[in-house]
């Protein structure tokens, strides 16, 4: 017990600076991913047969194949088949590929929640709509949009948390995040070895992470309630 | 469709076109790029941080020196040392350069420089049965922890005892200290850093070594750096300044002569 409050200020400093770089890759997801999975949404329910052929085939791949996998081909594909290394060896370098990774992939789970959310309108409405001589931009806009929105909240809250975890998978190329961080004290980092306790305790980050984040979205939730 | 198939194969065909005339001299190229990129895990007394956050250790002052020499500066990036071959292929670091032990899996898959200290591969049991085994052969029918892929897993691999493959070697450490492995084998070097005394494993102790072995750099497959490495190593040697670092960090046993 005395041994872990010696290491304390030590491990809680690195893993600090770990999440750090966790939260950094969930906020740089979201914000990618959220508009870019409307933009797969729109295309994979085209009514060009091209467009939509092409999206579904592009989330199929991405939602078939383990993230894992694809933060290994998006690092190290560049130097291995082009000879040349887009991303560098830094540390920027291993973010900004994680974060192509990230919000490729996460962009195309929410592309098949928006579809669900979009398709999940009935069609009255887009006939009323056209009725009062609106066009199908301004009926998906003004009418169907945020009808939408509230209707996806709670998957899409789901998602989020699943996020904040997945984000410890970068650490296969490398990225030093929170996991990275609390397992480098077991091999021995900053004089401290053998030490079992910090990979543990990354835990309780995730946990109080996903705390605040299930109450922020609840009351995101509870906003859009005026629609009932 | 067509049209969008016959674009994908001209790409297909110009990757693979790019990829045959690639072939360059490595020194050429990190000369070019002023860096040499050294992948590293942290691992003392060869690659850790100091307080200010700054590389240090036998094998990162070493480097320094090395890339000094080329007239380079020096950049060492932490990595995920079961990808160690990924990245030194994917260029995005330019060599692995931190105790690492040549085995013939290592020598196959990248260029290696001349061996420069010695190691060995040791059991670790916990500290209350250490004493129960008299020998090796003592430790037939125990499951060893191992990292996948090391040196340890190919030793306890070639006795036939049972093996439990992990990630890490600090993880087969977990393992016997949880009980769920009944020993495991990593690297001596490391062994006396981590367990024993003051360490986080108080409980475990070091028993006997299974081989000795030696340390390298590896370099991409073909690279001309491994020469110039070679010749420094051997300069370092004759004019005492690689002695000089290895007293510096307590392995000046283990430094082999260069020549």
Redesign the interface.
Known sequence: ME?ILQQMPIVIGALNTGFLQTLKLFFVTLLGALPLGLVIALGSMSRSL?ISLFTRTIVWIVRGSPLMIQL?II???????????I?????S?RFLAASVAFILNYACYFSEIYRGGIQGIPRGQDEAGLVLGMTPRQIFFHVKLLQMIKAIVPPISNEIMTLVKDTSLS????L?EIIWAG??F?????G?????WPLFFTAVYYLVWNGIMTIVLGRVEKRLNYFR | ?KKLLSVLLAAAML?TL??AF?EDSDLAYVEGKGTL?V?I????PMD??NEAGEWIGFDADMAKAFADSLGVKV?F????WD?KV??L?????DCVWNGMTLTDEVKAAMSCSNAYANNAQVVILPADKAAQYADVAALSGLTFAVEAGSAGEAEVKALSYATTAVS????S??EV?AGTSDAAVIDAL?AA???GEG???ANLTYTFSLNSEEYGVGFRTGSDLTEALNAFFAGAYADGSMMGVAETYGVQAAIIPQA
């Open positions: 041994q091209v290994l690092y190290y594909f560049p130097g291995l088949v082009l000879h040349t290394p991303w560098g060896g830094g540390e370098g650490r296969i190329i490398a030093q397992q480098s077991l091999k021995g980092s900053q401290i070895s053998g030490a079992i | 469709m990757l790019t990829a690639a990129v992948g895990t942290d691992f003392a850790y941080k950049e990036v932490e990595i995920d990808n990924l990245e292929n994917g260029k995005t670091i890490t070697q600090a993880d450490l977990m200290a490391m850093a981590m367990v360490t986080g494993y």
